[in-house]
Nanobody
Framework: QVQLVESGGGLVPAGGSLNLSCTTSTNIFKGSTMGWYRQLPGRQRTPLARISATGSVTFSDSVEGRFTIARDNAKNVIHLNMNRLKPEDTAVYYC??????????WGQGTQVTVSS
């Protein structure tokens, strides 16, 4: 059974930084693309950043240049380092496995709130 657990969210002032983590219990982590997503209030979940098994990364236009993504294969963890946060980054942040998220793998997410 695949479990994804996001952590690291919180309340931060605009311009601040947060580092989110996503841990997984699955042994397919090492060979899988991993992604971060977020869901703004009243909106659909959208992709933010993706990292392949070999470390190639892609970002959405809304976060490129401000967010970075990294993975630790030894610990089955991916990180989303968020800098220069804006109030419009306020959302629940999720991770998922694969180039296309699997609906069965969504965890609880972690809330990020950026105050103006």
């Amino acid at each position: 059974q695949v479990q994804l657990v996001e952590s690291g969210g919180g309340l931060v002032p605009a311009g601040g930084s947060l580092n989110l983590s996503c841990t997984t219990s699955t042994n397919i982590f090492k060979g899988s693309t991993m992604g971060w997503y977020r869901q703004l209030p009243g909106r659909q979940r959208t992709p933010l950043a993706r990292i392949s098994a070999t470390g190639s990364v892609t970002f959405s236009d809304s976060v490129e240049g401000r967010f970075t993504i990294a993975r630790d294969n030894a610990k089955n963890v991916i990180h989303l380092n968020m800098n220069r946060l804006k109030p419009e980054d306020t959302a629940v942040y999720y991770c998922n496995i694969g180039p296309i998220p699997n609906s069965l793998y969504w965890g609880q997410g972690t809330q990020v709130t950026v105050s103006s």
